[in-house]
């Protein structure tokens, strides 16, 4: 049916719907508003009965329908079936606007299916809205993120991959009535890739960064792993995770998984601890949207500080452990 927003539902490895999905729900009831009240509905492909798990969530998300796809082959994810049976929905269904979260599960899905129905695809947008004409306009940066482009799709259905951490849920339930529609698509494809076992990686236990509420996060001035150790601890105090700029990676001082910024995650955290980190506008934009902001630098003209709530220019190796010692030993 057209004038209708469709959007994807990543159930993850560890069975829950993934955080952007939730995200971009609240903007999908933004773009129905626009579009005179499209439908909005989800997309869930999973296995063992979960969608029924997920109802309550959907209601309270406003979605008026839920296509599921349930199957044992679809137990662990699989670029060519689920795109095999996403792209028999959309044919089907036909939306005029399909949203996928730019997760790692969403960036590989996303282009296959786009280039499989022949439509366009602006991969990692940090805006979205809709235009005079009733277009979706899709923003992103580019340029090394020096320009901001927005971009329409001249096919349909106007299809689009959008940064986690860059819209917030919905501050209030919108409940509706949801209907879950089961659907068999075709799936006639053999993979080229078979999962042999799946290795869960220390630092992805360690560290959600997508839905973390506090983040510590290190630059160069964190020095070496020793300065990295002293962001773990805090982090863990705090029931936070470690976070790190793109100049803290290249020195090898963290994973790229962990990297924030324009190359990196976006992410909006209750609390952002920026430690030894310039502030360059290719971090900044990554973090800016967190609710609260502490910057420890050395430097006191030091980017950061621009957008940070609470500045202390000080040496992280001297006030991180200080930090430490009164948030387990309060006065
Ligand atoms: C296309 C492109 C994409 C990019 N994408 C990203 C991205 O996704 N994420 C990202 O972060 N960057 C990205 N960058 C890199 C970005 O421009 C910066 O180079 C990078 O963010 C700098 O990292 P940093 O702040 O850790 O290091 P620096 O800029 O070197 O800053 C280190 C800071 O630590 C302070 N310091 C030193 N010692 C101490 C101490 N003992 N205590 C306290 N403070 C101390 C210094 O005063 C300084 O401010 C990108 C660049 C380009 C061109």
Redesign the pocket.
């Given at each position: 049916m057209a004038n209708e927003i469709l959007i994807y539902a990543e159930v993850t490895k560890s069975g829950y719907i993934h955080p952007v999905f939730f995200a971009l729900a609240a903007k999908a009831q933004e773009l129905s508003a626009k579009l005179g009240g499209a439908e909005v509905s989800a997309l869930i492909i999973t296995s063992g009965g979960k969608t029924e798990l997920f109802k309550e969530g959907f209601e309270k998300c406003g979605f008026d329908k839920v296509y599921a796809v349930e199957g044992e082959k679809f137990e662990n994810y699989n670029t060519e079936i689920f795109a095999a049976a996403a792209i028999d929905i959309i044919k089907e269904v036909q939306p005029e606007i399909f949203l996928i979260g730019a997760t790692t599960q969403g960036r590989d899905l996303a282009p296959r299916i786009s280039s499989s129905i022949h439509t366009g695809l602006t991969a990692d947008c940090i805006e979205l809205d809709i235009n005079e004409k009733g277009q979706l306009a899709a923003t992103r940066p580019t340029f090394?993120?020096k320009l901001m482009a927005t971009i329409l799709c001249k096919n349909k259905p106007q299809m689009a991959t959008v940064r986690p951490g860059v819209f917030k849920p919905l501050e209030e339930d919108v409940v509706k009535n949801t209907q879950i529609i089961y659907k068999t698509p075709s799936v006639d494809v053999s993979p080229k890739v078979e999962l042999l076992e799946f290795i869960k990686g220390v630092s992805e236990e360690l560290n959600d960064i997508d839905s973390a509420e506090i983040i510590v996060a290190g630059?160069?001035?964190m020095?070496n792993a020793e300065g990295f150790k002293l962001l773990a601890e805090l982090a863990k105090t705090l029931g936070g995770v470690v976070g790190a700029?793109?100049?803290?990676v290249d020195m090898g001082l963290a994973e790229h998984n962990i990297?924030?910024?324009?190359?990196?995650k976006t992410v909006s955290p209750k609390l952002y601890i920026a430690?030894?980190?310039?502030?360059?506008?290719?971090?900044i934009v990554?973090m800016e949207a967190s609710k609260r902001i502490i910057a420890?630098?050395?430097?006191s003209e030091?980017p950061?500080f621009d957008v940070a709530d609470i500045g202390y220019v000080?040496?992280?190796?001297e006030v991180i452990p200080q930090l430490i010692e009164k948030l387990k030993n309060p006065a």
């Open positions: 090394g993120g630059g160069k001035g020095k700029s793109r100049g803290a990297q924030i910024g324009q190359t990196g430690c030894g980190i310039s502030g360059a506008i290719q971090h990554g420890i630098n050395l430097d030091a950061i000080g040496d992280a190796f």
